[in-house]
C-alpha cells in the first residue's frame, strides 16, 4: 500500500493558519518554529512572530512574551530596520519584572564580550595603532558569535556577571543605538573606562580573575581611542596578569606572576617602544605592578627552531641581562668592556649552561646574576640538535 504524500512545510503565515493545530499553545508553537526557520522570507516571518505574540496574551505568559519579543527585534534587526528593534527591545524592558531584568542583563554581558572580540585585539595591538569599532550592534553580535571558543569551563559568581554587565550598562542603553555612537561620546567614554577600572581592580569574593582580565582589556582598547598608549599597556599587563590565574577564581589580591606574559600584550610593547615618545612596559610593570613578568614560550607546541623567535624571546627576557651588566658597571667590574655571552638551548626550551667572557668576569657578582636570568628564559620546545645563542654587550662608562 502506498504512503500518503509528505506535506511540504509552509511557505508563508496564511498555510501556517490553515495548517496549524487549533490548539492555543500548539498553535503559537507553529508559529515559532515557522519564524525560526530560513525557508520563509524575512517578512513571513516577522509575521508569524507577531502571530504567536497574539497568541500569548494570558496573564502568567510575561516570560514567554518577553522572549517572543526578543526574536521579533533580531529579526527587524537582521533586514535593517534598528529603530524598530529598539522600540520593540524597550518595550519589552519597560514592561519590567524579573524577566525583562533578565534580558537586560544579558544584553549588557553579550555586548561586553563581543567588544572584546570585535575590537581585534591581536592586529591593533600589535601595531600600536587606535582598533577599528564595530558600528551596529548585529556587527557586534555577529562577532561575538563567531568568536572562537575559549579556556573557560567555570561559570563566574553571579556578582561579577552582574557588575560587569552595570558597567557597560551605557553601551547597550545607548538611544543613538550602537557601540560605535557611544565611543565617540567622550564624556560616555570617560565615564566607561573609570567604572571598568574599578571592575578591573576589585577585590573580593564576587570579583574572579576571567571578568576582570576582560574589564581591563575592554578600557585598554578604550585608552588606545583616546591616543594614551601607556595606560593602554598597563591595563593589558594586568589583564595578563589575571589571566595567569584560574579564570573563575574569586581574587583578593594581584601576584605578579613571573610567567604571566602574553604573545599579544609583548606585541603591543615592542611597537610602542619604536615610537616616539617611547613607551617601555618593562618600566610600567616594574614601578606600578611591582615586579616584570614574562612569556613562557616552552608551554607552546613543539616546532622547528626559529631564529626569529628566538629572538623575539630575547627581546622579552633582556631586562634581566641588562640589569645584572648594570649592577655589574656599578661594582666597576663591566666598565668599558664587551661582555660576551653564550648559551645552549635544550628541547624542553631551557637554557643549558653558558660561556661567559671576558674569563676575569667568572665567578663574580656579574656571573651570578647572569645565570639566575638565564635560568628564567623560557624558548619554545624544538626538535633536534641543541641550539646555542650569543650576544655581546658593549658597556660604555654607565649603564
Given at each position: ?270 611597537a610602542l617602544e619604536q615610537r616616539r615618545p617611547v ?121
Amino acid at each position: 500500500m502506498a504512503r500518503p504524500a509528505k506535506k511540504a512545510p509552509p511557505a508563508t503565515v496564511a498555510e501556517v493558519r490553515a495548517q496549524a493545530p487549533k490548539a492555543r499553545v500548539a498553535r503559537r508553537m507553529a508559529f515559532v518554529v515557522f519564524a525560526r526557520s530560513d525557508r520563509a522570507a524575512l517578512d513571513e516571518r516577522r509575521r508569524a512572530l507577531k502571530e504567536a505574540l497574539a497568541l500569548a496574551d494570558r496573564e502568567g505568559e510575561a516570560a514567554v512574551r518577553l522572549t517572543l519579543k526578543e526574536q521579533l527585534a533580531g529579526l527587524e534587526d537582521a533586514g535593517g530596520d534598528h529603530p524598530a528593534a529598539v522600540k520593540i527591545l524597550k518595550g519589552a524592558l519597560a514592561a519590567g519584572g524579573p524577566a525583562a531584568t533578565r534580558l537586560a542583563w544579558a544584553q549588557a554581558e553579550d555586548e561586553a564580550f563581543a567588544v572584546v572580540a570585535a575590537l581585534d585585539f591581536d592586529a591593533a595591538f600589535a601595531a600600536g595603532e587606535r582598533p577599528t569599532l564595530p558600528t551596529s550592534w548585529s556587527t557586534v553580535a555577529k562577532a561575538w558569535r563567531e568568536r572562537p571558543a575559549k579556556a573557560s569551563k567555570a561559570r563566574a559568581p553571579r556578582g561579577s556577571t552582574f557588575a560587569l554587565r552595570q558597567a557597560l550598562a551605557d553601551l547597550v542603553s545607548d538611544e543613538r543605538r550602537g557601540l560605535q555612537p557611544a565611543f565617540d561620546d567622550g564624556k560616555v567614554r570617560a565615564g566607561l573606562q573609570k567604572r571598568l577600572g574599578a571592575l578591573g581592580s576589585a577585590r573580593g569574593p564576587r570579583d574572579t580573575a576571567g571578568l576582570r582580565a576582560v574589564a581591563l582589556e575592554t578600557r585598554a582598547a578604550l585608552w588606545l581611542v583616546d591616543g594614551r598608549p601607556a595606560d593602554a599597556a598597563l591595563d593589558l599587563l594586568r589583564a595578563d596578569r589575571l589571566r595567569a590565574l584560574d579564570p573563575g577564581a574569586a581574587v583578593d589580591a594581584l601576584p605578579p606572576p613571573l610567567y604571566a606574559g602574553t604573545v599579544r600584550t609583548r606585541g603591543l610593547c615592542l611597537a610602542l617602544e619604536q615610537r616616539r615618545p617611547v613607551v617601555s612596559c618593562d618600566a610600567l610593570e616594574e614601578q606600578k605592578l611591582g615586579g616584570v613578568s614574562f612569556v613562557d614560550g616552552s608551554r607552546g607546541p613543539e616546532g622547528p627552531f626559529s631564529s626569529d623567535e628566538a629572538a623575539r624571546v630575547l627581546a622579552d627576557y633582556d631586562v634581566l641581562l641588562q640589569r645584572c651588566l648594570k649592577q655589574g658597571a656599578k661594582d666597576n667590574l663591566t666598565t668599558q668592556t664587551v661582555v660576551q655571552l653564550e648559551w645552549g638551548i635544550g628541547n624542553d626550551g631551557l637554557v643549558k649552561g653558558h660561556d661567559l667572557r671576558p674569563m676575569r668576569l667568572r665567578g663574580t657578582s656579574v656571573e651570578t646574576c647572569l645565570q639566575e636570568a638565564l635560568s628564567r628564559f623560557r624558548f619554545p620546545r624544538y626538535p633536534g640538535e641543541m641550539q646555542h645563542l650569543r650576544i655581546d654587550f658593549e658597556v660604555g662608562g654607565e649603564l
